[in-house]
């Protein structure tokens, strides 16, 4: 086993750490300092601003908007991540099968994380239009509903609406990554399993699953930190609305500051989302002690 | 990469030095992406016309223009002139984010305010100084479908006058096996459902400082109803003024309330015979009333080329100026400014009668924070969250406190 | 079944399944061809009833599309190789490492991904202003780097995990140094996955939106993806034009993730499944 924990090891390790630090440390602090000082337009220009501790986090939580918003960050994150995960492992599966087409199909599915948040928004807002919308003239043909569903204008559904939309719009992504993890899967193993007289399901309970695990933790880590950042497409989508329904933090954050001029408050906001992936962060990391070491 | 390097610096160092030379460089931001836009017209003309000044335009994304201000307060690159939202300049005029303008214009031999419709004369001031000049002016007048009258016995020359008569004409037009609407409004969360609101506010008697009173009441149940009895669409909540002139343009709603910008593309794609009017007045009323808009040329604290702004803005404020801007539906703030043989002209005279009656929004430094509640209170009445008395008297419990801060 | 009918079943189904996945890809084209009033029209026009090029013609020869793509590409080319190299050798690094290191160096890089990109845009603005790299791609670059490189990290591990110690430690023994042994023998082993987190990286490059807007001010240097908005604007929006612009945006990634399938069909050696 390697000993040598060589100096050049940490070389690699530290050279892309540092860069990002250098980047991204001074933005970070300078939000966070944002958050605690009592923030306008007259003095947004300076660095050093009246320090006012924690009274715009107190603001911030008394605020029921801001715990309704919360809320959704949540349920939008996590049926995203369970939504994105599961739909992308059962395409990345299907599409390693051999048939024609499988390869072409499933390059031409990622044309949808392609596109700008913005046209994506707009495309389904368009969809979702309770009169002219795509999805309703269909789903009223196929007489799966009556009437018109209000997707963006009704407060119930415009969250759904969101979602749908979001893993529509990622769920390619986490397949290819997924697909690219199968890829590397040595084949022998499964010869070994077959030899043993596994079957399909069983071959992918104890060959597939265990190999593609810590990819899964990871796709499920990275997906969990994009769907808390989600901005475009919502923004395009319902701007948040109908009454916040499907308003998220980075959305709110953004409101406060660059609609409202309430800068520090929406630096607090924004350091909320910190603290959340921050638990995320820890809880991913605990994870790597289970990984599969080959 | 470093060919490419090197060629993205000497490319950047190459345009950050082009305009050093003997002219003096004005940069001006706007988000008018509309080819036949005046501004267009303004910058050419203007940096023709003299060579001490040369104007360098950035367009920025419309949705993006306020935030991008921000960023420039923030940074300390403001540009040397910049066109903004009429409701926003006293957000920025408040905080000291603006050049006070008062005296150039007093001693300007091109603007004389006076001359200004009674809107523009007030915005743009914030106690007691001018901090920005309109560069247009804009009202909400009501589109509509003659065609679609006639199918439905209406007759569209004597288009509707009351509310009673919008309404019944609403009535009438509204055709769900053809999938009309009778009427449509912008109600989005945003600036536009206000702006669109107002109005009617107005019209009832009501005022914004007075949220919870009947009359503010009715004006909303009567938004509230139109969209609960059908006649106007749950979408509307969704959709910004843009998107309901074009469902006017699609046939979808036989009425609309829209602004002259819509003009031009009216002009294209509507293919039946489409009309405009002024708004209603409410029965037994009478006030005639409807939204002020358009955007304001200001300079930035902080601009290097203050009397270079100012110069421009000079030139894009002659009354000359604004023949050719109504070809893209833009009016000129000026009453005394007509255009001979306008594009539209029945649209014309019904534009610049209502601008007439037109108020201007504010000036307040927290307009952003007066125009949220009642967004949110029209967002909950037309959903059925919450009945327009509830809504109105939560939206006053939140406006009330910061006019009492700060009064109109 | 038969494998031939098996192969046939698969690929109806997926056909199928692509059809209705893409349908809004679909919506896109055919509201390029539409004119701006039918995009809206209610019941929802399922082809143009009146194809027109207009919006098209107008995309690129008006509006100059081809600058903006180029403008995009020049981006995005630079970020996917910085990332790559950055991103290799720091995954290596974390998959060889073992020590408590290696949890607080990714726990940093992703509390450094947290903040939405609207809140750190004004202070990557102060510090490439102090830099004196305003209004050039470089700046652009380097900014976007710091998003893909995280992603880059997170993703690579694991997979660099995969590829056993012992290939190594043979290559040690035959007196390889450590960097010898991670480009000749790891690297060339890791072909597939890291052609495929570049050509992501490509593309969330080709998409960045907030940095491209805040650190250019000039309109030649904006990429695709600020050039979109320019149908966007304060009095109208030009659908069928932003539309027309999207389905030509979209064009240069996806032919690239479509050549990239055929490399990944390479590097399965074997079959994964059977």
Known sequence: MAHRASPLLYVFLLAPVFYLVALIGFPLLYNIAMSLQDVTLRNLGQLVRPFVGLDNFRDVVADPTFRKVFGNSLVFVGVNVVGQVSLGLVAALFFAETFAGANFLRGLLLATWMLPGLVVGALWKWMYASQYGVVNYVLQALHLTTGPINWLSDPAMAMTAVVMAHIWFIMPFTMILIAAALTAIPGDLYEAAALDGAGPLARFRYVTLPALKPTLLAVCCLVTIYSMRAFDLIFALTGGGPLDASNVLPLLSYQFSFQQFRFGIGAAVGTFAVVFVFAVALLYVRTLKYEARP | ?408 | MTKRARSLTFTIVAFAGAAIYLFPIYWMLISGFKSSAEIFVNPPTFFPRDPSLEAFHSVIVQENIARYLRNSVVIALPVTLLTLALGSIGAYAMSRIRSRLVDVALVIVLLLQVFPEALIATPIFIIFKAMGLLNSFVAVILATTSKTLAFALVILRPMFLQVPHELEEASFVDGATRFQAFWRIVLPMMRTPLLVVGAICFAQAYGQFVYPITLLTQQELQPGSVGIYAFIGAELSDWHRVMAFASIYVLPILALFLLLQRNIVAGLTGGALK
Not at chain 2, 219 to 246: E, F, R
């Open chain 2, 1 to 408: 990469m470093t060919k490419k390097l090197m060629l993205a610096c000497v490319a950047a160092s190459w345009l950050m030095t082009g305009g050093a030379m003997a002219q003096k460089v004005v940069t001006l931001w706007h988000p008018y992406n509309q080819e036949t836009d005046l501004i267009h017209v303004g910058i050419k003309a203007f940096n023709e016309s003299q060579k001490e000044y040369r104007i360098e335009a950035r367009l920025v994304p419309y949705t993006q223009l306020t935030a991008e201000m921000i960023k420039a307060v923030a940074t300390g690159t403001p540009p040397d002139l910049v066109t903004l939202n009429d409701p926003v300049v006293a957000s920025f005029a408040s905080q000291d984010q603006l050049v006070d303008i008062t005296d150039r214009i007093k001693n300007s031999k091109v603007i004389d305010l006076g001359l200004y419709y009674k809107g523009p004369q007030t915005s743009g001031v914030w106690k007691g100084r001018r901090y920005s000049i309109a560069r247009e002016v804009n009202a909400l007048a009501l589109f509509y479908n003659a065609d679609l009258f006639r199918a439905k016995g209406l007759d569209p020359d004597k288009p509707p006058r009351t509310w009673a008569e919008v309404r019944a004409a609403a009535e009438k037009l509204t055709d769900p096996s053809k999938r009309v609407f009778g009427m449509g409004f912008s109600a989005h969360a945003s600036e536009q459902s206000t702006f669109q609101f107002l109005p009617w506010l107005w019209q009832a008697g009501g005022s914004i400082d007075k949220l919870d009173a009947p009359e503010a009441i009715e004006a909303l149940q009567y938004w509230t109803d139109m969209v609960q009895k059908g006649y106007a669409s749950k979408d509307v909540i969704t959709q910004q003024q843009n998107d309901v002139i074009n469902s006017f343009m699609a046939g979808n709603y036989a009425m609309a309330v829209g602004g002259p910008w819509e003009l031009p593309r009216i002009q294209k794609d509507a293919k039946f015979d489409w009309r405009v009017t002024t708004l209603p007045v409410k029965d037994g009323k009478n006030i005639r009333a409807s939204s002020l808009g358009g955007f304001h040329f200001a300079i930035p604290k902080g601009a290097k080329e203050v009397d270079g702004a100012f110069k421009a803005i000079e030139f894009m404020s002659r009354p000359t100026f604004f023949q050719d801007g109504w070809k893209s539906g833009l009016m000129s703030p000026r009453s005394d400014s007509e255009v001979k043989d306008p594009l539209w002209p029945q649209a014309y005279a019904v534009f610049r009668e209502q601008v007439k009656y037109a108020v201007q929004r504010g000036p307040h430094p927290d307009w952003p924070e007066i125009s949220k509640p009642i967004q949110t209170a029209i967002q909950e009445s037309l959903t059925g969250s919450k009945p327009p008395a509830q809504a109105m008297k939560e939206a006053a419990a939140k406006v009330n406190p910061i006019l009492a801060k700060t009064p109109f």
